[in-house]
């Protein structure tokens, strides 16, 4: 079984439509949670990060964390089809750049 | 200019011959890192380096190596490549103060026949 994982997709909306997605883990050590975007043909771009639970908001993207579930959940109001990517959750024991581990990636698709 | 550069984009190479991909950076980050991508699978750590005389294996080290000739500069080897090293290779950096915040290159697409 993987450390982290997240349903390959692909999940296909309308714009304007929110987008919900998630991630399960298994090693409660994990204190940092990240969600990575990845455009097409380019590397992973860090969107947002959260340090154990609760939830944090930016713009349009809203993270939250669930230890006691083991659960993290990124949703996306107003989606665009900019928004069009694979969205990929990680998540780190501490800070600092210590080693990540990914889950596999969602593909969404935003349709105009 | 990018600031983490990966060299070449995009390789085919034959099975057993041996391989170089290579990384460089501006950023002025002392921890790099190399990471496979896999459909389904997402990103797996290869190698990583906390400064120029630090090298770690990753979870799935076997059949690579790495050097780390500056702190800029990060290379990943494939001593003799297989089939199933097919994938999407990428350099990451990040600074010591960044919580998880990795900085990717744009990826090396690798095919091996």
């Known amino acids: 079984q993987k450390e982290v994982e997240q349903d390959p997709g692909p999940l296909s909306v309308p714009e304007g439509a929110i987008v919900s997605l998630n991630c399960t883990y298994s090693?409660?050590?994990?204190?940092?949670f990240m969600w990575y975007r990845q455009y097409s043909r380019k590397g992973p771009e860090l969107l947002m990060y959260?340090?154990?639970?609760g939830n944090k908001e930016d713009g349009r993207f809203t993270a939250q964390v669930d230890k006691s579930s083991k659960y993290i959940s990124l949703f996306i109001r107003d989606s665009q089809p900019s928004d069009s990517a694979t969205y990929l959750c990680?998540?780190?024991?501490?800070?600092?750049?210590?080693?990540?581990?990914f889950g596999g990636g969602t593909r969404v698709l935003v349709k105009p | 200019d990018a600031d983490v550069t990966q060299t070449p984009r995009n390789r085919i190479t034959k099975t057993g011959k041996r391989i170089m991909l290579e990384c460089s950076q501006t950023?002025?980050?002392?921890?790099m890192y190399w990471y496979r991508q896999d459909p389904g699978l997402g990103l797996r750590l290869i190698y990583y380096?906390?400064?120029?005389?630090?090298?770690n294996k990753g979870e799935i080290s076997d059949g690579y190596s790495v050097s780390r000739q500056a702190q800029a500069k990060f290379s990943l080897s494939l001593e003799s490549a297989i089939p199933n090293q097919t994938a999407l290779y990428f350099c990451?950096?990040?600074?010591?103060?960044?919580?998880?915040?990795?900085?990717f290159g744009p990826g090396t697409r690798l095919t091996v026949l």
């Open positions: 959260t340090y154990s639970s």
């Open positions: 090693n409660s050590a994990f204190q940092y």
């Open positions: 990680a998540m780190s024991p501490k800070a600092a750049g210590n080693k990540l581990t």
């Open positions: 380096s906390f400064d120029v005389k630090d090298i």
């Open positions: 990451a950096t990040s600074g010591p103060g960044a919580v998880g915040t990795q900085y």
């Open positions: 950023k002025g980050h002392d921890r």
